[in-house]
């Protein structure tokens, strides 16, 4: 099966695209395919508007994948929130420092976090599937590794003590992570 990935994020596809390997052909987002705006206030419904304009644009089946950071101490922000949290054009460094920066009197036993991503595939004649993923674990106390992207290097996960997201590689984070989960998910409702 053929689907188009929705995500304009070359690290999500990387990982999607090895998840999928074997099971799903997953073509790239077409680079004319202009931004989606992510204004929907849950994850759900943001996964929906890019699999919606990409399924539009392409006229194929398309699969996105939205995913909040969601910490204990800051009652579940910043969640949908994530990607712009430190502002609208904030890159992951700022994400993070902003991040550390609310936590900086939170002590460890205290910095429980999860990963949550919701995945959608979107079909021509309008049939929606969707998964969810969730990985749980603790924000770090300063950014270790330079694998991955965005919080990668703040986040422990449970299944690895003592090693970042940053610090793994991508098989190693694939086989535990939100995405990976939702991924398998989905694959099983095909
Ligand atoms: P979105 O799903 O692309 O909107 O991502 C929301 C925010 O979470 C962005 O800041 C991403 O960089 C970050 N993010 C999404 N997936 C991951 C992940 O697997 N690891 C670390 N950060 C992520």
């Known amino acids: 099966m053929k689907l188009v990935s929705a995500t304009a994020n070359p690290h999500k596809y990387k990982e999607m695209k090895e998840i999928l390997s074997g099971k799903i052909d997953l073509l790239p987002r077409p680079d004319e395919i202009p931004e989606i705006v992510e204004d929907a206030s849950d994850l759900n419904g943001n996964a929906l508007l890019k699999a919606q304009g990409i399924m539009k644009a392409t006229g194929l089946p398309a699969i996105a994948d939205d995913t909040g950071l969601e910490v204990e101490a800051l009652n579940g922000a910043p ?33 429980g976090a999860r990963f949550r991503t919701i995945i959608v595939i979107l079909f021509p004649d309008r049939s929606i599937i969707t ?23 703040v986040f422990l996960p449970e299944e690895v003590p003592g090693k970042t997201f940053g610090e793994l590689t991508n098989s190693e984070k694939n086989r535990i992570s939100h995405r990976g989960k939702a991924l398998q998910g989905i694959i099983g409702k095909l």
Request: without cysteine.
């Open 131 to 153: 998964a969810e993923g969730i990985v749980s674990g603790k924000i770090a106390l300063t950014p270790k590794g330079k694998l991955g992207f965005g919080y990668d290097s």
């Open 79 to 111: 969640g949908v929130h994530s990607a712009r949290y430190a502002g609208p054009d904030a890159n992951g460094g700022e994400n993070i420092e902003k991040l550390l920066n609310e936590l900086a009197s939170v002590p460890m036993n205290e910095r």
